[in-house]
């Protein structure tokens, strides 16, 4: 099983809508979990985090957290066609600050 | 805030050459560096993570002979790439935290390509 488990996608939207990405994690013991971007070409860059259970918005994209079913997601809403990109799932190892990413969602906003 | 930078952004040499590739944070005392290889269509790769002032651990089967770490200052990591093949053609990207905060924030990455 791998650590961190991504939808590979491509998801498909219309602008406007909302894209839902998920993502699972198979350490428990992980604490803090991150959604980056990453535009083709380019490294990543961090769109938001989250540590604690529950819905954190940031603008319009929300992060949800369930540690006991071990799933963390993100929602866009109001999708634009720059939100088209790679989104990619990082869950920290437990008892050290390093990053396992998931194999990362391609979404892309139809105009 | 939070400004990563890598130098060269780009690099093409020949088989057999040696590449130094440098990841400095420009805002913030980086504690921690991280070293990661992105091949096209696959997620990040951790090869190796430096913490200031002592030695580099590497994952599991990343050479540490062949890739050399240096984190020498809290704002100056550099990877050198020693005897590059093709294989070696990659995007390697690195990243920084600070101490007492989880997030690493990503420098734009080096394209190397090795004929």
């Known amino acids: 099983q791998k650590e961190v488990e991504q939808n590979s996608g491509p998801l498909s939207v219309p602008e406007g809508a909302i894209a839902s990405l998920n993502c699972t994690y198979s350490?428990?013991?992980?604490?803090?979990f991150f959604w980056y971007r990453q535009y083709s070409g380019k490294s990543p860059e961090l769109i938001m985090f989250?540590?604690?259970?529950g819905d954190k918005e940031d603008g319009r994209f929300t992060a949800q957290l369930n540690k006991a079913s071990q799933y963390v997601s993100l929602l866009i809403r109001d999708s634009q066609p720059s939100d088209s990109a790679t989104y990619l799932c990082a869950v920290n190892r437990s008892n050290d600050y390093k990053l396992s990413f998931g194999a990362g969602t391609t979404v892309t906003v139809r105009a | 805030g939070a400004v990563v930078s890598q130098h060269p952004s780009w690099v093409i040499c020949k088989s057999g050459t040696s590449v130094k590739i440098e990841c400095r944070s420009l805002?913030?005392?980086?504690?921690?560096m991280f070293w990661y290889r992105q091949f096209p269509k696959q997620s990040l790769m951790l090869m190796a993570t430096s913490n200031e002032g002592s030695k580099a651990t590497y994952e599991q089967g990343v050479e540490k002979d062949k890739f050399l770490i240096n984190h020498a200052s809290l704002t100056l990591s550099t990877l050198t790439v020693t005897s590059a093949h093709p294989e070696d053609s990659s995007f390697y990207i690195c990243?920084?935290?600070?101490?007492?905060?989880?997030?690493?924030?990503f420098g734009p990455g080096t394209r190397l390509l090795v004929l």
């Open positions: 990243s920084a935290r600070s101490s007492g905060r989880e997030t690493q924030y």
């Open positions: 989250i540590y604690s259970n």
């Open positions: 350490d428990r013991g992980s604490q803090s």
């Open positions: 805002d913030f005392q980086a504690t921690t």
